[in-house]
């Protein structure tokens, strides 16, 4: 490991463009290879619409009048746009890579941090660690969010969890560009070190959805959460999730956020509330689960 590091400091020296390379070994606490990587993951897709807007724009410049007729002409750029794939490229798919080297990191650091604990604890706690919520802190905290790339407010609701999922974008940048045991480094020395106290995080509520699963499964209720993308015109016609949960088919919350996660956050939370709240919801749901029992065969 030092003697990887020492050459990354040699090659730096051979680098024209520095400040890239030093602000995201001051995240990491070791340097990137492939800087391109990070930039990816640290632009948001907003970028995107502005760029495709001001695409569109030259293109009808570019358009002119012949004869009656409007005729397009293709430059070597807009040539370029069509054949690549890369052009409009943003940090989503890196998300979703981020995503899934997170969850497993923080699984294995919770493994080994409670020996004795059951599945659904270490489930639970790694679904707070891993929320949209924490990871907006995080990238707060370890100034990531200083080099998001975007266009508009922070505070606009599509812009909500932007920070938290660059992270998740720039750990899959680490899992490309050095690796599995690089990005385990990174968690745990930098992350978990110094912003995660586990045992804290462990007596924090429990996050919504998974109350509510927990809930229904300790009464042996069939839960299920549907969800459905629509277009937000307000905010660049991103997409909107809306969220319904169902216990013994009964309809019991309803949701809507700027992922599915939080749709779903959202629809178990008024759930739980209507559960506590709603004495013939809750006779329904124990009525249907009743007939169930009482007819397996479904007829």
């Known amino acids: 490991m030092v003697i990887s590091d020492l050459l990354d400091n040699i090659r730096l020296l051979f680098v024209s463009e520095k400040k890239p390379f030093l602000q995201i070994k001051a995240i990491l606490g070791f340097f990137p290879h492939d800087i391109r990587l990070y930039e990816l993951a640290l632009k948001h897709k907003s970028v995107n619409y502005y760029e495709h807007d001001k695409e569109k724009r030259k293109d009808k410049e570019k358009k002119q009048s012949v004869n009656g007729h409007k005729w397009r002409f293709l430059t070597s750029s807009s ?15 890196l998300e979703f890579l981020g995503d899934a080297v997170l969850s497993a990191i923080v699984a294995d650091i919770l493994y080994k941090h409670y020996g004795n604990k059951q599945e659904g604890f270490l489930t639970n706690l790694r679904s707070k660690i891993v929320c949209r919520n924490s990871l907006n802190k995080l990238a707060t905290d370890i100034g990531l969010d200083a080099l998001v790339k975007h266009t508009g407010a922070v ?4 812009n909500s ?8 974008a720039f750990l899959g940048a680490v899992y490309l560009d050095r690796g599995y045991h690089y990005c385990y480094r990174f968690l745990k020395k930098k992350i978990f070190k110094y912003y995660i106290n586990i045992d804290e995080v462990a007596q924090q509520e429990r996050n919504f959805k998974s109350m509510l699963i927990e809930w229904c499964q300790k009464r042996q209720y069939k839960f299920e959460f549907f969800q459905k993308e629509a277009r937000d015109d307000q905010h660049h016609n991103v997409p909107v999730f809306h969220s319904c949960v169902l216990i013994e088919g009964i309809p019991c919350g309803t949701g809507a956020g700027y992922s599915k996660k939080e749709s779903d956050q959202s629809a178990a939370k008024q759930a739980l509330k209507r559960i506590k709240s709603d004495k013939n919801l809750l006779k329904g749901i124990k009525n249907a689960n009743a007939g169930k029992s009482n007819n397996p065969s479904g007829e």
Do not use: L, V
């Not at 505070?155 to 599509?158: L, Q, R, V």
């Not at 969890?161 to 998740?168: H, I, L, S, V």
């Open 155 to 158: 505070t606009t609701a599509h």
């Open 161 to 168: 969890f932007m920070n938290g999922n660059a992270f998740e």
């Open 79 to 93: 040539k370029k746009k069509k054949t690549s794939g890369y052009q409009f490229a943003n940090n989503e798919r």
